[in-house]
């Protein structure tokens, strides 16, 4: 089983529609993958107001972890940034000035930074098996 954790930022005014939101997103991100996956799990395990995320996000620098999917908040393996998914194989390229850090931690501090202030962002588990390993309910 693969685990896949996904920073959602999304339109709920309230945290009960950021969680209804996030579960219809997570299926959209794994649904959109080029393999045939099963979700056998999948959970929200942080919510929080965007304005309180962007008060306390890290400055993109080095980091320990050289896996590409690394950030300050741990590895993340797709960003839903209101518009559109941004993962470590398709983000913007990092600044000049890059301090250190990867496209990928550029993509996850610049999309928390532009997130609407009134907006929640979730970070979510979903964990995956491919389609013909699924167990049989």
Not at 23 to 47: H, K, Q
Request: one cysteine or more.
């Amino acid at each position: 089983m693969t685990r896949c954790t996904l920073l959602l930022i999304t339109t709920g005014e309230s945290g009960r529609r950021a969680l209804s939101e996030g579960m219809l997103l997570a299926e959209r991100y794994v649904d959109g993958l080029p393999v045939d996956l099963a979700i056998t799990n999948s959970m929200p395990f942080a919510i929080a107001p965007a304005a309180r995320i962007q008060e306390r996000v890290s400055y993109p620098s080095p980091l320990n972890d050289p896996s590409a999917a690394a950030t300050a908040v741990g590895p993340l393996q797709a960003i839903w940034n209101g518009n559109k998914w941004l993962t470590p194989g398709s983000c913007p390229p990092k600044p000049m000035s890059d301090n250190g850090a990867t496209e990928w931690q550029w993509a996850h501090y610049n999309a928390v930074l532009q997130a609407p202030g009134d907006s929640m962002m979730l970070l979510w588990d979903v964990f995956v098996v491919p389609m013909g390993e699924r167990m049989a309910a």
